[in-house]
């Protein structure tokens, strides 16, 4: 039997999407297929609207209901710290965390020659030009410890070494509820090297 | 900071999905984001089409783009075997094993006192209609083999107990590739119940 081509359609659409693998493609395909009609319209206007109703950050690139998106427009963030991070994501988990009360700049990616993505596909022009044209102090880098996120940082790190920034990196280390006995030598290695005094 | 509203509402709708958290929903959506908008009409149509372009066969409930399904239309196709299952899901499984000839008939479901899921709400009526007016002689039970599938297969054998049908239940045993050591009591007990005899 072939699979009814709508059916077929939706589950290829469906697989496009990262995580979702054939499996998962066919049992949402069917779970939507016995929905209320005004469910699905639901979903779907909702999907569209992302394209429609969103867009990125002029300043930062993050993602904006307007030309500048809640964080930039804040009075309340101190713009003197710079947050230096990949994806739009990392800024909802660092917000969650309630520790950093500056402003970002979203990369849109890293630096990854394998991949293709070099410095002008990410949007470091316009890090330069907000780093000369206000009044930054500091730049953190918060890019995810991998080997692209650290040639970025270390990239990152060498553009900005004649400027008056002051330049830092989030700690790696033993994630909080962390298991020493499980943890991987790299990262124990890193805990050791960041290791804090006691006051 | 809060999510933007549409990229909250994206969220949430994806979020209703089965198999789908909250951090696959965002996942999702910030790839539906940056993903070109003619790839998010063209998926957001395809999960459209699927309430709009599919229904359910009349005769045997299956999905379908006309009114009888490609199963049920088949003149090649062993009218005399049925086989019922819960799911259309069920249906495109057992069609890949090309083990099967004849033709479907699909519950929408098991009986289920739990959640409230009776007689009432299967399709039993037409199953009974279908046995009595046409020339069905062997009714293979194919329910999954979980306590509600076990109570069905035992409704449904009751139920054509007086019929001069042949009833059969699919076999349970070891799956092919798996291993005796990680086996459960229960499938191994199936197994040696259920044993065949070497010629």
């Given at each position: 039997?072939?699979?009814?081509?709508?059916?077929?359609?939706?589950?290829?659409?469906?697989?496009?999407?990262?995580?979702?693998?054939?499996?998962?493609?066919?049992?949402?395909?069917?779970?939507?297929?016995?929905?209320?009609?005004?469910?699905?319209?639901?979903?779907?206007?909702?999907?569209?609207?992302?394209?429609?109703?969103?867009r990125f950050c002029n300043t930062c690139h993050n993602i904006s209901?307007?030309?500048?998106c809640?964080i930039c427009?804040?009075?309340?963030?101190?713009?003197?710290?710079l947050c230096v991070v990949e994806e739009p994501s990392d800024v909802i988990a660092i917000e969650?965390?309630?520790?950093?009360?500056?402003v970002y700049h979203v990369l849109g990616g890293v630096?990854?020659?394998?991949?293709?993505?070099?410095?002008?596909d990410l949007n470091i022009?316009s890090l330069?030009?907000r780093?000369?044209?206000?009044?930054?102090?500091?730049?953190?880098l918060a890019l995810n410890?991998?080997?692209?996120?650290?040639?970025t940082?270390?990239?990152l790190?060498?553009?900005?070494?004649?400027?008056?920034?002051?330049?830092?990196?989030?700690?790696?280390?033993?994630?909080?509820?962390?298991?020493?006995?499980?943890?991987?030598?790299?990262?124990?290695?890193?805990?050791?090297?960041?290791?804090?005094?006691?006051?």
């Open positions: 039997m072939q699979i009814a081509e709508p059916l077929q359609r939706a589950i290829d659409e469906l697989n496009k999407l990262p995580t979702i693998g054939r499996k998962t493609a066919l049992r949402l395909a069917l779970y939507i297929l016995k929905s209320k009609e005004e469910n699905v319209t639901t979903l779907t206007n909702a999907l569209l609207a992302l394209k429609t109703d969103l209901i307007d030309e500048e809640e427009k804040s009075t309340r963030r101190d713009k003197s710290v969650k965390s309630n520790e950093f009360n500056g630096l990854s020659p394998l991949s293709g993505k070099g410095t002008d022009d330069v030009k780093v000369e044209h206000s009044d930054i102090r500091e730049l953190i410890p991998d080997t692209e996120g650290e040639t940082a270390l990239y790190a060498r553009l900005f070494k004649n400027s008056n920034l002051n330049i830092s990196r989030i700690a790696r280390g033993l994630p909080v509820g962390g298991d020493l006995e499980f943890a991987d030598q790299a990262t124990i290695g890193r805990a050791f090297i960041g290791r804090i005094k006691v006051e």
